[in-house]
């Protein structure tokens, strides 16, 4: 896993986006970018660069889930490892993400440990 | 109406006769029963009044939206709010314990460090003999062992402040839901206003949210189709494949 990935966080509440990019500086990512939600994100990933996302789902203009459909059905973006960290915890809207493509799924509230232990299985399936 | 007219006309025209007549008894029987129609006549606005009355009522009841917001989402936004006092609480108490924990390590350092300098100082001026430098050297060496462990303690307790903030973004979502609610009623307060003039008013469908946010314990996980937590979202993952 390379500490000098690129990471984009995407999160409505900017409380949200400090906590994840605190966090990852404390595992040693130093390198994030933040947007407010799919739409705005969607032109940063577009642009290239980005070697790691991580979305919330609910978020207004641009849900997470549209987001990840759209990073899917982008040629450029479809191995983009993608970690959705988000309240939404129904059953369905689980299955929902693993269907569309995430390679991860996070609930809030979550633990450091929580998000490190995801991070890296997330990085582990891939490299490995 | 016609048949009250005919008959009255009929109770009118004995009533003349009878007054023709004389017949005293007939008369008081006769006007006992004229006034009699005029009762009835009442009797059946008054019931009229009260079928509207009562249709009005029933067609209150029957408006699914206001049904429903008072009997569920009402209650259920008093549990919601509970939850955002319960985790704004917690929030509060997880940070001022870690503050309270952090403080006196913070002070101990800086005092001992205060210590430390002003002898370092003693030392470089050459004003310090060798057995006090021995003692001193002995004091650094603890005392850098000692920091690590603080600082250790400090930066843990500040990433546990960090964390706690995650509060904000849960009740924000709670507090906008609540908020959607309170406007969905005042919205249905007005119709309602509009339409208690007329009867018949199409109920409209409850509309539930297809992203249903944060789960609130006691309200949101009662039907078992949410994940309670992380370890249920591993288990549902790796039942998929991952």
């Known amino acids: 896993m390379d500490k000098n990935m690129k990471i984009l966080v995407v999160d409505d509440f900017s409380t949200m986006r400090r906590i994840v990019k605190n966090l990852l500086r404390d595992l040693g990512f130093t390198n994030t970018v933040e947007a407010d939600d799919g739409k705005t994100a969607l032109p940063i990933l577009e642009a290239g660069g980005i070697d790691f996302l991580v979305t919330d789902w609910n978020m207004p203009g641009m849900t997470g889930i549209d987001l990840l459909k759209a990073v899917r059905s982008n040629p450029n973006l479809v191995d983009l490892p993608v970690l959705m960290v988000t309240a939404e915890a129904k059953r369905e809207q689980i299955v929902m993400a693993a269907q569309a493509g995430v390679n991860g799924y996070v609930i809030k509230p979550f633990t450091a440990a929580t998000l490190k232990e995801k991070i890296e299985k997330v990085f582990e399936r891939i490299d490995g | ?242």
């Open chain 2, 1 to 242: 109406m016609t048949k009250t007219n005919d008959n009255r006309l009929t109770l009118a025209k004995d009533l003349v006769t009878a007054l023709e007549q004389g017949k005293e008894a007939s008369v008081d029987t006769l006007l006992t029963e004229i006034a009699g129609v005029q009762e009835g006549q009442l009797f059946q606005e008054v019931g009229k009044l009260t079928r509207q009355l009562h249709d009005t009522m029933t067609g209150f009841s029957v408006d699914s939206k206001i049904t429903s917001m008072t009997e569920h989402d009402i209650p259920d936004a008093k549990e919601r709010l509970q939850y955002v006092i319960t985790m704004t609480e917690q929030a509060a108490n997880q940070t001022l314990n870690v503050v309270e924990d952090v403080l006196p390590v913070s002070e101990q350092l800086n005092q001992k460090s205060q210590q430390l300098s002003e002898k370092w100082g003693r030392f470089l001026d050459k004003e310090m003999p060798f057995e006090e430098f021995k003692s001193m050297s002995a004091e650094i060496t603890d005392y850098f062992q000692k920091s690590n462990g603080s600082l250790q303690q400090m930066q843990d307790g500040l990433n546990e402040i960090l964390m706690a903030q995650g509060f904000q973004d849960i009740t924000g979502q709670i507090i906008k839901r609540v908020i959607d609610l309170v406007q969905d009623l005042e919205i249905s307060m007005v119709e309602l206003v509009r339409i208690s003039g007329r009867k018949g008013s199409e109920s409209e469908n409850i509309n539930e949210p297809n992203l249903p946010g944060p789960v609130v314990p006691g309200v949101d996980d009662k039907e078992g189709d949410v994940a309670a937590s992380q370890d249920d979202v591993d288990d549902l993952l790796s039942s998929l494949g991952f």
